[in-house]
T-cell receptor, first 115, second 116 residues
C-alpha cells in the first residue's frame, strides 16, 4: 500500500536553532514529493516540491528538503528556526505512475518554536 | 499566481438544513479539484475528486448523496452538505490541480462548518 509517514507528532525547537521535520514514503514508481504548511484555521500553503534533479530542494521561507531515494525519505529542514515557523507541517507524495493529481498526505507534524 | 478561494470561510447551520461551499481557482483553470475534510490537529481526509464536466469520484466511505459535488466549470467546484447533522461539523478544504502534467495542488483557505 502507498503511504507517507511523519514519525513525530510534534517537534520542539528553540528559536535560532536548526530544525528537521521527518518524512518517509512508500509509493510505486518515482514519486513527486511535497511539503505544505498549515496555520490555524487556514488552508495549506505550498512550501516546496521534489520532482527530479538535485536532491536538495529549496523552498519558501528559507525551508529546504533533502530527497534520499535509498532511505525513501524527504526530510524538511531549516538552518535557523523562527517563532513564526510554528505551525502544522504536512509531507505529501504523488505516486510516480499515472497522474491523477491525487496526493497522499502524512499525518502531520506540529512544529513548536520557542523564543 | 495559483490562488484558490473558498466561500464561505465559516458557516453555522441548523441540523437538517443544507449548506453549499464554493471553491474557485482565481487565476488558473483547474481540470481537477479535490475536496478534503480535516478534524482538529489531524491530517486531511480526501472525500472526493471533482473533474470538470463529469461526475465526482468519491472515496470509500464517503456518502455521495450526502456530499454533493458539482464541477460545472474549469474554475468552480461546489460541495453541498445535504441534511447536515452535528457530526458533519468539520473543516472542509478544497484544492485545485492546475493542468495535466502538473503534480502540485493549490489549496483554498478552508471552510469551517458548524452544525447545531
Amino acid at each position: 500500500a502507498q503511504s507517507v509517514a511523519q514519525p513525530e507528532d510534534q517537534v520542539n525547537v528553540a528559536e535560532g536553532n536548526p530544525l528537521t521535520v521527518k518524512c518517509t514514503y512508500s509509493v510505486s514508481g518515482n514519486p513527486y514529493l511535497f511539503w505544505y504548511v498549515q496555520y490555524p484555521n487556514r488552508g495549506l500553503q505550498f512550501l516546496l516540491k521534489y520532482i527530479t534533479g538535485d536532491n536538495l530542494v529549496k523552498g519558501s521561507y528559507g525551508f529546504e528538503a533533502e530527497f534520499n531515494k535509498s532511505q525513501t525519505s524527504f526530510h524538511l529542514k531549516k538552518p535557523s528556526a523562527l517563532v513564526s515557523d510554528s505551525a502544522l507541517y504536512f509531507c505529501a507524495v504523488s505516486p510516480g505512475s499515472g497522474n491523477t493529481g491525487k496526493l497522499i498526505f502524512g499525518q502531520g507534524t506540529t512544529l513548536q518554536v520557542k523564543p | 499566481g495559483a490562488v484558490v478561494s473558498q466561500h464561505p470561510s465559516w458557516v453555522i447551520c441548523k441540523s437538517g438544513t443544507s449548506v453549499k461551499i464554493e471553491c474557485r481557482s482565481l487565476d488558473f483553470q483547474a481540470t481537477t479539484m479535490f475536496w478534503y475534510r480535516q478534524f482538529p490537529k489531524q491530517s486531511l481526509m480526501l472525500m472526493a475528486t471533482s473533474n470538470e464536466g463529469s461526475k465526482a469520484t468519491y472515496e470509500q466511505g464517503v456518502e455521495k448523496d450526502k456530499f454533493l459535488i458539482n464541477h460545472a466549470s474549469l474554475t468552480l467546484s461546489t460541495l453541498t452538505v445535504t441534511s447536515a447533522h452535528p457530526e458533519d461539523s468539520s473543516f472542509y478544504i478544497c484544492s485545485a490541480h492546475p493542468r495535466q502534467g502538473a503534480r502540485e495542488q493549490y489549496f483554498g483557505p478552508g471552510t469551517r462548518l458548524t452544525v447545531t
